[in-house]
């Protein structure tokens, strides 16, 4: 059930909240907590998508805050609120309420929220783009137990990465971080299996990917070991090889969906880790709304640290590059060792005729001495 409000207020979306648990029978729905979603009309639907997906194990009321520029200074200074409410089967296993801000109501969105919280319960902001900074300074997101966000659309993931390092809040995440969680899960695992230690990590995904970083920042944490980080073509993660006093350990994924994990002796096995969507990855932070002192410990340890990232070579690409680091010669030194070989050549040429002019000579002597 849908019911569109123009120019409303929160007063009256709240009674059409009411109104259309009632009209489909269901007056009292178990929700058990507030995502606020901040986006624009652009990823409004596929952010929606991904909300109404995850609310199937977390039943939440979701508020999708949608900031409409206005182009004449009238409107600009005009404050309007429409709003769409969805209950029932457009809404998931919860409630729904698109809610579009013109004019002043832009600076006050917080203003406009406030009313519509599920009471006594915790409340999750998402930022699916243009995330702030500072999310905890935010005004929307000074109203979160847990703030969402996503380096991973980012002009410059790698600056995005230490902005956040310094502006960090207890309560922040990014799915950036929640995409790696199988990664560490895996690489975890195979440590345990081994009672080594690690001396050197490689970690190989595409450039400008914040999951990488993120991953190659946590084992360098963790581990205490230097950690190269290597660029290849993706799709985003690619590998992990570590160096123990054990023998390597490898977890190679090249096609995004089946990993091969090679130990020391043992055989290799193949892994199922396939890249996630958007809504297995939300499902997941709303599983724990507690500070995670992990990714707070990562983030902080400094994507500086890690060095700039190198291109990872194949071996035909190894090969090329033992080729052209064989000194090359000029084209004085090419014409120089040509006419020594020219030279070298006419003295062979010469020999053989020196040789016939020598026996010549020794018969001619040969007589005269017998007559002696």
């Not at 457009?90 to 013109?102: I, P, Q, S």
């Not at 203003?111 to 998402?126: G, H, K, N, R, Y």
């Not at 992990?240 to 090679?262: I, Y």
Request: proline share 6%; net charge negative.
């Amino acid at each position: 059930m849908k019911i569109d409000l123009t120019e409303t207020t929160a007063s009256k979306v709240n009674k059409a909240l009411v109104q259309g648990r009632r009209t489909i029978g269901t007056p009292a729905i178990g929700m058990v907590l507030t995502l606020v979603i901040v986006t624009d009309e652009e990823n409004a639907y596929d952010a929606l998508k991904a909300a109404n997906e995850a609310s199937r194990e977390h039943p939440s009321r979701t508020l999708v805050v949608i900031k409409r520029v206005s182009r004449s200074p009238r409107d600009r200074a005009k404050a309007r609120l429409d709003a769409e409410v969805r209950v029932g089967a457009d809404a998931g296993t919860g409630e729904t309420v698109v809610l579009r801000l013109y004019g002043e109501a832009i600076n006050h969105a917080q203003s406009v929220v406030l009313p519509l919280l599920l009471p006594d319960a915790p409340v999750v902001v998402w930022w699916p783009v243009n995330a702030p900074v500072d999310a905890a300074r935010d005004p929307l997101g000074a109203l979160a137990q847990r703030r969402v966000t996503d380096m991973y659309t980012a002009e410059n993931p790698l600056r995005e990465l230490a902005e956040r390092a310094e502006a960090y809040s207890p309560g922040d995440t990014d799915l950036s971080w929640t995409r790696v969680t199988p990664w560490r899960s895996m690489l975890a695992a195979a440590l345990d299996q081994l009672p080594c230690k690690v001396s050197e990590v490689e970690v190989e995904g595409e450039e400008f990917n914040p999951s990488v970083e993120l991953l190659a920042m946590w084992l360098a944490d963790r581990l205490n070991v230097p950690v190269r980080r290597l660029l290849s073509a993706g799709p985003g993660l690619t590998a992990v090889r570590m160096e123990t006093d054990c023998g390597p350990v490898a977890l190679d994924r090249a096609d995004g969906s089946l990993a091969t994990l090679a130990m020391q002796g043992q055989p290799d096995r193949n892994v199922a880790l396939k890249r996630r969507d958007t809504a297995e990855l939300l499902a997941e932070e709303l599983r724990r709304l507690d500070p995670d002192d992990t990714y707070a410990s990562t983030l902080k340890y400094g994507v500086d640290r890690l060095g700039e990232p190198e291109r990872a070579q194949t071996p035909l690409a190894a090969r090329a590059a033992e080729s052209a680091d064989e000194p090359v010669t000029s084209a004085a030194d090419a014409a120089e060792a040509t006419d020594s070989a020219e030279a070298k050549s006419a003295a062979k040429a010469k020999a053989p005729a020196k040789k016939s002019a020598t026996k010549k000579a020794d018969s001619k002597a040969a007589p005269k001495a017998d007559s002696e």
